[in-house]
Each structure stands twice: as C-alpha cells, then as structure tokens.
C-alpha cells in the first residue's frame, strides 16, 4: 500500500449502510517538541545499545558454559568485550 493512504474503507451499496474497513494505518506521530528530537533519539539509540550489550553478554555467558566447567568466569572479560563491540556498533551506526 502507498504511504499516502491513511484508510480503505469497503462500502456496502445493497442499502444495509454497513461499512468495513479492509486497510488502516497504524503509524502515529511521535509526541516530543521539535528541540527535545535529537536528544530523544539519543536516548533511544542508548537504550539499543544497552540492549544489545546485555543480550551478546548473556549469549556469550551460556556458550561458556556450554565449553567448559566455570567457562562464564574464564571467558568473562571476553565476554565484555565482544558486548561492547556489538553495542558501540548500535551506538555509532545511523
């Protein structure tokens, strides 16, 4: 569907007056004031991040575990490494 189509509505002529609604954007408008923009999706863009630090460090905790005996603690500080790469690649990229 187009991006300029807000609603497709399905009008019944047999005289019954009933109406359906095939098609309804669902898209609404971010409520934030033009100068709070940039520091909103500063914000969001931080909370990615943070995000995917924490789900590579999880991912990255249980594959040590599955390696070896106490592996979390051997392969920590790799670990934090590989999820601090993966959330500075969410923060830097646009």
Known sequence: MASFVKRVTLVDL???GTTTVLFSSKKKKRKVSRWLQPVERGDRRFAQAV????EKLVSGH??????RRNGWLRDGNSNVMRANRAALKKLTRM
């Open 62 to 67: 249980e594959k040590s575990n599955r390696k």
């Open 51 to 54: 995000q995917a630090f924490g």
């Open 14 to 16: 047999s005289g019954s």
